[in-house]
């Protein structure tokens, strides 16, 4: 079983808030990742990072931000959220090597921007 | 680029029925194929993965896939369904020195009493 955690799991917010999503992995893992999930639609790739203070965008221009600095803890921030950023947001996390690295995700935060 | 087709949004079948999900990739070069379900309410889970070694791979939960070159395609496999197998299934695809997956668009799975 994957150790690899998102907090909080459920968030409404109200429109112009300041929210962290919070995401850790105790698996020593370089690559930690955040995807965005609609309901019943595909994963889109948001932020990655190969390691401490790497931090990349990924394929879905998103307006929020990221950041690395304990290999172990891979926060996501909106600075002020819309009802436009309600989805689901996952984590996941790899170790680094050429391309066949197995993901292991987190349970998710399903986010509502009222 | 890699991509993945996910053929069907929906499937549904009978419990004790075969389960047969496909995908069909697009890549270049030789890719790495991953099968991934989704319970509601939870993250992903590997169900499933080929890194260029036995083309028919195993996974858990008695699934297994069959990669076959000359057809582009990863379909996921199950003799028997059981109510516990309703779930998403996501299909994905990367590749050596690729950085990321790429997602198929999911199929969820329903299984009738």
């Known amino acids: 079983e994957a150790d690899i955690y998102q907090t909080p799991r459920y968030l409404v917010i109200g429109t112009g808030k300041k929210i962290t999503l919070e995401c850790s992995q105790t698996?020593?893992?370089?690559?930690m990742y955040w995807y965005q999930q609609d309901p019943g639609m595909e994963l889109h790739l948001i932020h990655y990072s190969y390691g401490v203070n790497s931090t990349e965008k990924g394929d879905l221009s998103s307006e929020s931000t990221v950041s690395r600095i304990r290999t172990e803890h891979f926060p996501l921030t909106l600075e002020s959220a819309r009802p436009s950023h309600t989805s689901q947001y996952l984590c996941?996390?790899?170790?680094?090597?050429?391309?066949?690295?197995?993901?292991?995700f987190g349970p998710g935060t399903r986010l509502l921007v009222l | 680029a890699q991509s993945v087709t996910q053929l069907g949004s929906h499937v549904s079948v009978s419990e004790g029925a075969l389960v047969l999900l496909r995908c069909n990739y697009s890549?270049?070069?030789?890719?790495?194929l991953f099968w991934y379900v989704q319970y509601p309410n939870q993250g992903l889970q590997l169900l499933l993965k080929?890194?260029?070694?036995?083309?028919l791979v195993k996974g858990i939960n008695g699934f297994e896939a069959e990669f076959k070159k000359s057809e582009t395609s990863f379909h996921l496999t199950k003799p028997s369904a059981h109510m516990s197998d309703a779930a998403e299934y996501f299909c994905a695809v990367s590749v050596q020195g690729a950085q990321k997956l790429v997602f198929g668009q999911g199929t969820r799975l329903t299984i009738n009493p």
């Open positions: 080929y890194t260029s070694a036995a083309t």
């Open positions: 996941a996390s790899s170790e680094l090597g050429t391309g066949g690295e197995t993901q292991y």
């Open positions: 890549s270049s070069v030789p890719p790495y």
């Open positions: 698996m020593g893992h370089d690559k």
